[in-house]
């Protein structure tokens, strides 16, 4: 504050002592809001679509349902600070669904995603998917009592989300070519 050129000390008011997990939380869910999808300009998720070959050759995908809510939907969650992208879709996938795999680096496609933040409510989000080649199932997971998983077909699993995008990313996915590129990119090899 000034008063004809002099400068009066500032009063120092007091700061609200918050818990720190209130400080973190809310630090955290602000970071998270901030990082949007350049296309759509919605706050940025990443999904994992973890897939295998089912006993009859087929593929099977898995699904888990949401925490609040009995809907079927792929794991997903925020970007992790320090995680590329499909790495922290791989570790949704562990936290969520108690499987572990191959992730592929390249997204398969992305949709939208309504969610109920207990917080704020109604938000609109854009999940980025990557394909995930599980190589074993969990017994114990960090989410287990919070969530059902469940292996359905292909076919199946796209009836059972909510989201006709997700749907499209699910039947469209061609696990033969995208097993094949990843193994040649992890054994260094240039794509065919």
């Not at 997903?76 to 600070?81: F, Q, V």
């Not at 969530?147 to 989201?163: D, T």
């Amino acid at each position: 504050m000034r008063c004809r050129g002099v400068k009066l000390p500032r009063p120092k008011l007091p700061r609200p002592k918050l818990p720190d997990p209130v400080r973190g939380g809310a630090r955290r869910l602000l970071s998270r809001l901030t990082r949007r999808h350049p296309a759509t300009g919605r706050p940025l998720q990443v999904g994992a679509l973890p897939w295998r070959r089912g006993p009859d050759g087929g593929l099977d995908i898995l699904l888990v349902t949401g925490r609040r809510s009995s809907r079927w939907i792929v794991p997903k969650g925020w970007p992790m600070r320090g995680r590329a992208l499909a790495e922290a879709a791989a570790l949704e996938a562990y936290e969520e669904a108690g499987v572990e795999g191959a992730i592929d680096v390249r997204e398969i496609g992305r949709f939208d995603h309504v969610r109920n933040h207990p917080a704020l409510g109604r938000m609109h989000a854009t999940i980025l998917l990557f394909p995930l080649a599980v190589a074993r199932d969990l017994d114990a997971w960090p989410e287990k009592g919070q969530r059902n998983r469940r292996w359905f077909s292909r076919e199946e699993a796209a009836k059972k989300v909510a989201s006709p995008e997700l749907a499209r990313l699910i039947l469209g996915f061609d696990a033969e070519a995208d097993s094949v590129r990843l193994k040649r990119e992890l054994r260094g090899e240039a794509a065919a």
